[in-house]
């Protein structure tokens, strides 16, 4: 069976600080994977998606940036964090062949003081 | 106007009661709508896909009216677990790209 793990599950962070959350897929090869930021009061919001190893789409301009250095590794990165990062950053993964919906990791707490 | 949009709520529902609740989407061209569970401080969890003529599991039924652009759920015979926000989900297109609503907060009172 499939497992997605996702750390740290809390952090709380200077702003200005650098940030990286790590995202990891078991079980499945060549997953569709996700970044998904939950704001206080707010939905879901997409902020990266990939592919592909190397293979990186934006869905808004952000202070944040995405990569995916293999198959089933998710990475979530800034440079310099601000107020507005704070939020629940879930990481997902999907089938290629769109046979399975999201599933999700169990998400990151962030907060940027 | 919003992707998807739902009333937050509270719904403050006496046990064993039914509770309903919609959601409108604003992309005609949508394929594929779900509803998702999120309890309180956890991760979405898939609670049922919508299909064009409707579908039950168990206690939860969901509907889909392409002419009017909402989805709507409802919930049979509440228990206390049921105690949670149902998040909306609508397909965007390619690579499961899944735009989300806010959620209908459900409150089951003993």
């Known amino acids: 069976s499939q497992t997605i793990h996702q750390w740290p599950a809390t952090l709380v962070q200077p702003v200005g600080s650098p940030l990286s959350l790590e995202c990891t897929v078991e079980?499945?090869?060549?997953?569709?994977l996700y970044w998904y930021r939950q704001a206080a009061g707010r939905g879901l919001q997409l902020l990266f998606y990939?592919?592909?190893?190397?293979?990186i789409s934006s869905e808004v301009p952000q202070n944040l940036s995405a990569s995916r250095p293999q198959d089933r590794q998710f990475i979530l990165s800034s440079k310099k964090l601000l107020l507005s990062d704070s939020g629940f950053y879930l990481c997902a993964w999907s089938s290629t062949s769109g046979g399975r919906l999201l599933d999700f990791g169990p998400g990151t707490r962030l907060l940027v003081l | 106007r919003k992707e998807v949009e739902q009333d937050p709520g509270p719904f403050n529902v006496p046990e064993g009661a039914t509770v309903a609740f919609n959601c409108t989407y604003s992309n005609s061209a949508s394929q594929s709508f779900f509803w998702y569970r999120q309890d309180c401080r956890k991760e979405p969890k898939l609670l049922m896909s919508v299909y064009s003529s409707g579908n039950e599991d168990g206690r939860f039924t969901a509907q889909l009216n392409r002419a009017s652009q909402y989805i709507s759920l409802l919930i049979r015979d509440s228990k206390l677990s049921d105690s949670a926000t149902y998040l909306c989900?609508?397909?965007?297109?390619?690579?499961?790209?899944?735009?989300f609503g806010k959620g209908n907060q459900v409150v089951v009172i003993p």
């Open positions: 989900v609508v397909n965007r297109g390619g690579n499961n790209r899944l735009a």
């Open positions: 079980g499945t090869s060549n997953p569709n």
């Open positions: 990939s592919v592909g190893i190397g293979q």
